[in-house]
Structure formats: C-alpha cells, structure tokens
C-alpha cells in the first residue's frame, strides 16, 4: 500500500500471524495501535437484508420492509443484500433511495453474490461486467460500501495462485468503484480465504484504498498457533464492515464481548451489522434478539 502506515501495519499483522498467536502479541498491539487506529471507536448497529432470507425469498417481504424493519429496530443502519432487488432499474432504485431517506435510515452497504476468483479470464471479465452493474446499483442507492466474495479455487490450485487470481480482478473492479466513491468488501467467506493471512495479503497486493475487508466474525478457520479471536483481530485494522452472528461456523458460541473489546481497542468506526442465519428460532423474533445485543454491545463500548 502507498500508505506507510499501511504497510507497516499489514506487515505487523502477517507477521505475527505467521509466528502464532497464543495471546495478543506486542505486534498485535503495533497493530492496532496505528495511527489510522488510534481515536474513540464508533460502533454503529445495522442488520444485514440476508437476515431475513426465508421472508424475503417467499415474497413475504420486500426491500421495502426491510427498511421499515430497520426503523422499526431503531437501527443506525441497513445493508440492502442485493439478492432481493427486483430489478436494476433505475426509478425503482431512486424509490428504495427516497423511502430511506424519508424513513430516517441510512443504508450502511450493499452485498452481491459475485465471486471475484475465476480462473479462466472469460468468466473472470464476466464476473468483472457484474461487479461493475452491483457498484453502479450501489451508487444509484446512494451507499458506499459492496460486499464481494472470493469464490473457490480449483482443487488443483494453490493458495498463491488463488490470491494472484483475486488481485488481477479486484485492481481494475477497485478503480472502477473508485470513480463513484463506493469500497469494495472482501469477505472472508467459507471459501479460500478462511485464514486472516490469505485476505490480508489479497488486500494488501491490491494496494487501493477503495479496497477493504467484510469482516464476517464467524468464519475463521483455527489453527494450532492461530486461533478465531487472533485472526479476527489481525483483520479489524482493515475492516469496511463487519458482520455479527451468535456462532463460529463450527457451532461454538462466539464470546460477542470480547469481539466487541477488539474492535474497540482498534479504534473501528463502521458498522456491526446483524446477520441472522443458520439459527433454530424463526427470523421473525430471532433477528430482533440478535439486533438487541449488538444494539446493547455497541451502547457499552461506544456510548458516544
């Protein structure tokens, strides 16, 4: 990255997570403690559409709902999974646009379904053509931030040439978003890039501050020298948006204290958005609960 601080601290934190992590290292401390870091955290509750999912698939909700469920929760924020617009059409986006802004509720980001690495260059522009459609809906809706997923690599391929492959499209998608003024998320999703090490170095090759981390608490991979807690924390410095769930991808309950301590320890200002799935109680009271106790986290530790 251009940025010094940048690099240093990126340098930090994969070098640290090469060493292992048992406890917080002085280099974990390094960096988070950066100066882009540094500052009273801003945490902010959102809820992510994908919530809502079975609603939203059956047709018993709507874009529209999901806005007025969000005011409903007294949310700070909503990101609109885009899964469930009804069409790219611009006085139908417009109308989502103005419904939020006379709702009083900001639309914290946007999340598409393309999945960034592909290996053969036709399907790769393909899937840039897309990301190039969900960053101008994006804009169209008025948000700046677009989650985007890594995709699976071939069985045959190697971590290295998956992070080639996802550099090589997010350059030219990162200076397309550029010019709108919309970020780009990476996720770290059940796919190639479950370990903190791999989308750290994604980022950092794309060396564009229109790039972040979508930084999904729940899915780290462990280790026997990196544990969950230690990767999420290598990856907070770089996160654009976070999203919240009760459970670690293996079942085990996430300690949502202790996460919440990390990101302010980082200085984060963003959104903690609900994302309800893979949970036995129906959406329709589950969500509510799970946006009550990020609303209550974000109260402790961020009361400003």
Same mark, same amino acid.
């Given at each position: 990255?251009?940025?010094?601080?940048?690099?240093?601290?990126?340098?930090?934190?994969?070098?640290?997570?090469? %060493?292992?992590?048992?406890?917080?290292? @002085?280099?974990?401390?390094?960096?988070?403690?950066?100066? @882009?870091?540094?500052?009273?955290?801003?945490?902010?509750?959102?809820?992510?559409?994908?919530?809502?999912?079975?609603?939203?698939?059956?047709?018993?909700?709507?874009?529209?709902?999901?806005?007025?469920?969000? $005011?409903?929760?007294?949310?700070?924020?909503?990101?609109?999974?885009?899964?469930?617009?009804? +069409?790219?059409?611009?006085?139908?986006?417009?109308?989502?646009?103005?419904?939020?802004?006379?709702?009083?509720?900001?639309?914290?980001?946007?999340?598409?379904?393309?999945?960034?690495?592909?290996?053969?260059?036709?399907?790769?522009?393909?899937?840039?053509?897309?990301?190039?459609? #969900?960053?101008?809906?994006?804009?169209?809706?008025?948000?700046?931030?677009?989650?985007?997923?890594?995709?699976?690599?071939?069985?045959?391929?190697?971590?290295?040439?998956?992070?080639? #492959? %996802?550099?090589?499209?997010?350059?030219?998608?990162?200076?397309?978003?550029?010019?709108?003024?919309?970020?780009?998320?990476?996720?770290?999703?059940?796919?190639?890039?479950?370990?903190?090490?791999?989308?750290?170095?994604?980022?950092?090759? $794309?060396?564009?501050?229109?790039?972040?981390?979508?930084?999904?608490?729940?899915?780290?991979?462990?280790? +026997?020298?990196?544990?969950?807690?230690?990767?999420?924390?290598?990856?907070?410095?770089?996160?654009?948006?976070?999203?919240?769930?009760?459970?670690?991808? +293996?079942?085990?309950?996430?300690?949502?204290?202790?996460? #919440?301590?990390?990101?302010?320890?980082?200085?984060?200002?963003?959104?903690?958005? %609900?994302?309800?799935?893979?949970?036995?109680?129906?959406?329709?009271?589950?969500?509510?609960?799970?946006?009550?106790?990020?609303?209550?986290?974000?109260?402790?530790?961020?009361?400003?």
């Amino acid at each position: 990255m251009n940025n010094p601080v940048h690099r240093r601290r990126f340098l930090q934190a994969a070098g640290a997570l090469a %060493a292992g992590w048992a406890a917080p290292s @002085e280099a974990t401390t390094a960096v988070l403690g950066g100066a @882009e870091g540094a500052g009273q955290a801003r945490l902010l509750a959102g809820c992510c559409a994908r919530s809502y999912d079975q609603y939203m698939k059956s047709g018993q909700m709507t874009l529209e709902d999901f806005i007025y469920k969000g $005011v409903e929760l007294r949310l700070d924020g909503i990101d609109m999974t885009l899964y469930y617009v009804r +069409s790219a059409d611009p006085a139908y986006l417009a109308s989502l646009r103005r419904l939020a802004l006379r709702s009083g509720m900001p639309f914290s980001g946007t999340a598409c379904g393309v999945m960034i690495t592909q290996v053969d260059k036709t399907k790769r522009a393909q899937a840039l053509d897309e990301t190039k459609k #969900w960053v101008d809906v994006t804009d169209q809706l008025g948000a700046s931030h677009l989650r985007v997923f890594p995709g699976e690599i071939p069985p045959d391929a190697t971590t290295t040439q998956g992070i080639g #492959w %996802a550099v090589e499209f997010l350059k030219p998608a990162c200076d397309y978003a550029a010019k709108r003024g919309i970020t780009l998320g990476l996720e770290d999703h059940p796919q190639f890039t479950v370990r903190a090490g791999t989308i750290l170095e994604i980022v950092h090759r $794309v060396d564009s501050p229109y790039v972040g981390i979508n930084l999904d608490i729940t899915h780290f991979i462990p280790t +026997s020298t990196e544990d969950r807690y230690a990767q999420i924390e290598a990856c907070i410095p770089y996160a654009t948006q976070t999203h919240i769930r009760y459970r670690f991808d +293996s079942g085990e309950v996430i300690d949502l204290d202790r996460v #919440w301590r990390m990101f302010v320890k980082a200085g984060y200002k963003g959104y903690m958005s %609900a994302e309800y799935e893979e949970e036995p109680e129906d959406p329709a009271t589950g969500v509510p609960k799970l946006v009550a106790e990020v609303k209550r986290l974000c109260r402790k530790y961020s009361p400003a």
